[in-house]
């Protein structure tokens, strides 16, 4: 029963969709477990780009079924657009299943989340305002709107009522918005129910069936390990679970049946939106890194926050997921630094700190205790095994292996598809 889970290992935007397409070619079944429309995974297949933000990054590879679990939230005109714009481009999609059980955004739960967010002010999370806070919301207060509800308007009807209730109340007396008419939202979702029919199944069933039959199912996550919602940043985290326990409540699979869990790492750090950030840069080398990492969000187009590598971090997410590999991202982006500083240990309150504080409080006040790497000059770009990068860089992954505490597997040294350096395989 080959299961993978893959994840980010930071705040999110990682490379996973890099690592996702590597490993498509030799899988069978690629399945987003959680997480909405606010994930963003570029992947470079030759001279082509493509931003995904709520489909499974293996539908782009030949011979794969991409899925979409059921602790996903979908938002339906955003799935018909990015399914539009790949058919657009050649690529086929008709493969893609979507659970049955994933609930739906709604008009009404994009409004509330970019009204709460306006009138938290300064206090605001930094969300995508892409309603996925109140969808899981509605789905923890079982008022949520599942796929397989669009295929009985009697239980859409009064399910979008109940949900607007409440929700007309707060919009017209707490934010002084108009209400919400529930005929219009009916009607709207209702339009969307013989597009996506073709690509609704009982996943749970099919990825059971698979790892039964000995087939590859790779678990991608949305986000990373410290947005998760009981795991991360708390209050600036996702609204699900990114984190490798994820991949078995939103995909239905259990967990006696992952074989191993792969956690993708930058060879520095990025975050996008508020909340603490240790090793964060605001000088000229993280415009440096920023500009030649590219770093802007692929689903919010914000510039993200850059920092150097926090190995505290590191450590922290092979604990929580049970890390078996790191796969290493933007190694290359590191070129041309004389030395490269590491966050080895936090400084909190004149004391040393070797692991990530547990309270919100500490964190927030912890500062980096830096070891300084010697850097590298030349071109890693073409490198194809791990004795083709300079000796540098290659004590620098040895050193980030080392304080992170699992093996790195493979390195990402460009953005395209085939320039990464296969330490160990992943199956």
Not at 102 to 129: C, Q, S
């Amino acid at each position: 029963m080959p299961a993978l889970v893959l994840l980010g290992a930071q705040w999110g935007d990682e490379g996973k969709g890099k690592a996702t397409d590597l490993l498509g070619g030799s899988v069978d079944y690629v399945v987003r477990y959680q997480g909405g429309n606010n994930a963003g995974h570029t992947v470079v297949v030759g001279d082509q780009k493509y931003a995904l933000h709520l489909l499974p990054s293996g539908i782009l590879s030949p011979g794969c079924t991409p899925v979409i679990g059921n602790g996903v939230v979908v938002d339906p005109s955003v799935l018909l657009s990015e399914l539009s714009g790949l058919n657009d481009r050649g690529v086929d999609t008709s493969k893609l299943l979507i659970s049955g059980n994933a609930h739906i955004i709604t008009p009404y739960n994009v409004t509330v989340d970019k009204v709460t967010e306006r009138f938290l002010g300064k206090r605001k999370i930094g969300t995508t305002g892409r309603g996925i806070g109140p969808t899981y919301a509605d789905k923890i207060n079982r008022v949520g709107i599942r796929v397989q509800d669009l295929y009985d308007e009697s239980i859409l009807q009064q399910k979008v009522e109940a949900a607007l209730d409440v929700k007309n109340q707060l919009l017209t007396k707490l934010y002084n918005r108009r209400a919400i008419a529930v005929d219009q939202v009916v009607e709207e979702l209702l339009g969307y129910a013989e597009q996506i029919k073709p690509y609704v199944a009982d996943t749970v069933l099919v990825l059971n069936q698979a790892l039964e039959e000995d087939k590859v199912v790779l678990f991608e996550g949305g986000q990373g390990t410290l947005l998760d919602i009981d795991h991360g940043t708390y209050p600036f985290v996702t609204s699900s679970n990114p984190t490798a326990g994820g991949a078995c409540t939103g995909a239905g699979v259990g967990p006696t049946k992952i074989s191993r869990v792969i956690g993708i790492l930058k060879a520095y750090t990025t975050r996008v939106g508020a909340g603490p950030f240790p090793t964060e840069l605001f000088d000229e080398d993280g415009d440096a890194l920023r500009r030649i990492g590219g770093e802007r969000g692929v689903t919010t187009g914000r510039d993200r926050r850059c920092g150097w590598f926090d190995a505290v971090i590191a450590r922290y997410a092979t604990r929580v997921n049970g890390l078996t590999d790191f796969f290493l991202t933007k190694l290359d982006v590191l070129t041309g630094w004389e030395q490269i500083p590491v966050c080895v240990a936090y400084e909190i309150d004149g004391k040393r700190v070797e692991e990530l504080p547990y309270s919100q409080s500490d964190f927030h006040h912890a500062k980096p205790v830096y070891e300084m790497l010697p850097g590298w000059s030349e071109d890693i770009s073409k490198a194809k095994s791990f004795s083709d990068l300079p000796k540098n860089a290659q004590s620098y992954v040895k050193a980030l292996e080392e304080m992170s505490g699992a093996p790195i597997s493979a390195i990402g040294v460009g953005p395209g598809r085939d320039e990464t350096i296969e330490i160990n395989s992943f199956i």
